[in-house]
């Protein structure tokens, strides 16, 4: 059976899903459906995942630290190339976190721009899956006022 044509609006969709996801911190398991079991790479600020095993203590340290999250999701741009697409996705985030013993918690609202690598894939309803994902293709640009992470 074959699969469908990955096309820009599948592509957005499943982007809108994973930062859905991110927000409501949805359990491992059903983070890792959108995510390559081989090849993953991953940067963020705080660090290179290199596979699911990595990604699991990132997510673990980020969702115990960061409440009240919005990813707000701008753009998906980019090029499909058969079962690829490289994509330039730009997110606005909200989050707010606590550090003890501050009085009071932070908050932070950026826009990040994101570069990622998407293959076809039978484990969401979207067939797609991330295999790499650079958080911070360019500077986050922050919003006036608020935290720097």
């Known amino acids: 059976m074959q699969q469908e044509a990955i096309t820009m609006e599948r592509l957005e969709a499943f982007a809108a899903a994973w930062f859905l996801a991110l927000d409501q911190h949805v359990p491992l398991e059903q983070a890792y459906t959108f995510l390559a079991d081989a090849d993953l790479r991953m940067q963020f600020p705080d660090g290179d995942i290199r596979g699911l095993d990595t990604f699991r203590t990132w997510y673990e340290r980020v969702t115990h630290l960061f409440f009240d999250e ?79 992470l």
């Open 70 to 148: 919005i990813h707000s999701l701008h753009s998906v741009d980019g090029t499909i190339d058969g079962d690829r697409a490289q994509l330039r996705v730009v997110v606005g985030w909200q989050a707010s976190w606590f550090e003890p013993p501050a009085a009071k918690s932070r908050r932070t609202s950026m826009d990040a721009t994101q570069d990622w690598t998407v293959r076809r894939s039978t484990k969401n309803a979207f067939g797609l899956e991330i295999v790499t994902y650079n958080a911070t293709a360019e500077p986050f640009a922050y919003a006036p006022g608020f935290a720097r």
